[in-house]
C-alpha cells in the first residue's frame, strides 16, 4: 500500500508541476503576443514533448494501469511535440490542430475518470466532469476557427492552455484531499 501511496503521490506532484509550468507558458504567450509564432511554438513544443514523456512514465509506474490511457496520450503529446519543436512555420496549422486534438483526448480521460469516480461516490466527480467538458469545448473551438495572425494565435493558446491547466490544477488539489479514497481504487 505505501508503494502505491508513493506512486500516487509522485504522480501527482507531477502533474501539479506541469500545470504550473502550462500556466506560466499560457501567461507568457497572452502576455507577449509579439515573441512569434515560431517561438511560441517551440515553447509549446517542448511543453507538450515533457508533458507526453511524462504520461508514458506515469503509465509505466502503474501496475494497476488507473492511467489506462496514458500511454496513447504520451505518445500522441510527444509527436506534436516534437513537431512543433523541429518545424514551427511550416505546421503551424498542423499544431493548432495537434493542441486542439491534445485538448480534447485530455479531456476525455478525465471524462471518463469522472465517471468512475461518480460510481465509487466521490464528491468531486460532477467538478470533473464540469471541467472536462468545458475543455472538450475549447478544443473543438479549436479546431472550428484556425486563426490566422501569430499574435492572435499567441494569445488564443495562451489564455486555453491557462484555463486548461487552471482548471486542472483544482482538480488536482481535488483529488489530493481525497488520496484516501482513490488508494482504495489504486489497491484493488
Do not use: C
Not at 479549436?142 to 491547466?165: Q, R, T
Request: charged residues 15%; aromatic residues 10%.
Amino acid at each position: 500500500m505505501k508503494d502505491i501511496k508513493d506512486t500516487f503521490n509522485l504522480i501527482s506532484i507531477g502533474s501539479i508541476i506541469l500545470d504550473v509550468l502550462v500556466i506560466v507558458l499560457g501567461i507568457f504567450l497572452m502576455t507577449n503576443p509579439s515573441v512569434g509564432l515560431e517561438s511560441a511554438l517551440l515553447l509549446i513544443g517542448v511543453l507538450l514533448f515533457i508533458s507526453g514523456i511524462y504520461s508514458v512514465i506515469k503509465y509505466i509506474m502503474n501496475p494497476k494501469r488507473f492511467f489506462r490511457f496514458e500511454l496513447g496520450y504520451g505518445i500522441i503529446s510527444i509527436i506534436a511535440g516534437l513537431f512543433a519543436i523541429f518545424k514551427p512555420l511550416d505546421v503551424a496549422t498542423l499544431i493548432v490542430v495537434l493542441i486542439a486534438i491534445w485538448l480534447i483526448v485530455s479531456s476525455v480521460i478525465k471524462l471518463i475518470m469522472a465517471l468512475e469516480l461518480r460510481k465509487i461516490k466521490e464528491d468531486s466527480w460532477i467538478f470533473d466532469l464540469t471541467v472536462s467538458v468545458l475543455v472538450i469545448i475549447i478544443g473543438i473551438l479549436l479546431l472550428i476557427n484556425p486563426f490566422k495572425s501569430n499574435m492572435i494565435l499567441s494569445v488564443y493558446v495562451g489564455v486555453m492552455m491557462s484555463i486548461y491547466a487552471s482548471m486542472d490544477l483544482v482538480e488536482q488539489f481535488f483529488i489530493r484531499k481525497r488520496t484516501k479514497i482513490i488508494m482504495k481504487i489504486f489497491s484493488k
